[in-house]
C-alpha cells in the first residue's frame, strides 16, 4: 500500500501563485510516477502533471508555461508549484502515484482562485 498525504492548496487571486506538495510513504517501489491531477464540479478528473522516477515530465496543455512539476526522491515527495493562477485552475487537486502494482492517490486539497 501506498499512502499520500498533500498540503498546500488554498485561496488565492487570480495571477498568483501556489505550490502543493505531496508525501509518499509505503510500498512506493521503483520505478514508478508522481503526478497530480484536478477535478473541478460538475467535470471529469484531468491529469495536470506527471514526472516519472528517471525526472521524465509531462503537463496538460492548459498549465503549460505556468505549473512545474518535481520531485525529491530522497523524501518521495512530489511538488506542484502554480504560477500564473487562473480562475479556471480552480479545483481539487489529487496526487497520484502509478507503480507496478496500481494508482494510489492522496484525499486531495482545494485550489480556489478568485478575486
Known amino acids: 500500500q501506498v499512502q499520500l498525504v498533500e498540503s498546500g492548496g488554498g485561496l488565492v487571486q487570480p495571477g498568483g501563485s501556489l505550490r502543493l506538495s505531496c508525501a509518499a510513504s509505503?510500498?512506493?517501489?521503483?520505478?514508478?510516477?508522481m503526478g497530480w491531477s484536478r477535478q473541478a464540479p460538475g467535470k471529469q478528473r484531468e491529469l495536470v502533471a506527471r514526472?516519472?522516477?528517471?525526472?521524465?515530465?509531462n503537463y496538460a496543455d492548459s498549465v503549460k508555461g505556468r505549473f512545474t512539476i518535481s520531485r525529491d526522491n530522497a523524501k518521495n515527495t512530489v511538488y506542484l508549484q502554480m504560477n500564473s493562477l487562473k480562475p479556471e485552475d480552480t479545483a481539487v487537486y489529487y496526487c497520484?502515484?502509478?507503480?507496478?502494482?496500481?494508482?494510489?492517490w492522496g484525499q486531495g486539497t482545494q485550489v480556489t482562485v478568485s478575486s
Open positions: 497520484n502515484v502509478r507503480n507496478y502494482r496500481g494508482d494510489y
Open positions: 509505503g510500498s512506493i517501489f521503483t520505478p514508478n510516477a
Open positions: 514526472i516519472t522516477s528517471g525526472g521524465s515530465t
